[in-house]
Nanobody, 127 residues
Framework: QVQMVESGGGLVQAGASLRLTCTAS????????MGWFRQAPGKDREFVAT????????YYADSVKGRFTISRDNSENTVSLQMNSLKPEDTAVYYC????????????????????WGQGTQVNVSS
């Protein structure tokens, strides 16, 4: 089992940067694919970024490509999301998720693939 806690959210102005961190507990973190999703008010939760358990594969939503970077440190059981050039439309609750075991890369963009979820951290970007 994997338990995650997100941190690093806050209120920033457009153009600023934030770094979200997800700290996980559990023996399976190092063999779990990790993802970030977000949910804006009144909208469905959507894929943001994912990283394979090796760290060698990363995938991004088109809306954040070139601005966000996902990374992981298996020695620290953390996965991070560096968010640059933030826009008001990035405002959402950001969730960390873990998929234990094998998964096709294309399926890592679907929230239904993931086994465990954090509680989320709020990001607000003002214009």
């Amino acid at each position: 089992q994997v338990q995650m806690v997100e941190s690093g959210g806050g209120l920033v102005q457009a153009g600023a940067s934030l770094r979200l961190t997800c700290t996980a507990s559990g023996r399976t973190f190092s063999t779990s694919h990790m993802g970030w999703f977000r949910q804006a008010p009144g909208k469905d939760r959507e894929f943001v970024a994912t990283i394979t358990w090796t760290g060698l594969g990363t995938y991004y939503a088109d809306s954040v490509k070139g601005r966000f970077t996902i990374s992981r440190d298996n020695s620290e059981n953390t996965v991070s999301l560096q968010m640059n050039s933030l826009k008001p439309e990035d405002t959402a609750v950001y969730y960390c998720a873990a998929k234990v075991g094998r998964a096709l890369a294309v399926l890592l963009q679907s929230q239904r693939t993931y086994d465990y979820w954090g509680q989320g951290t709020q990001v607000n970007v003002s214009s």
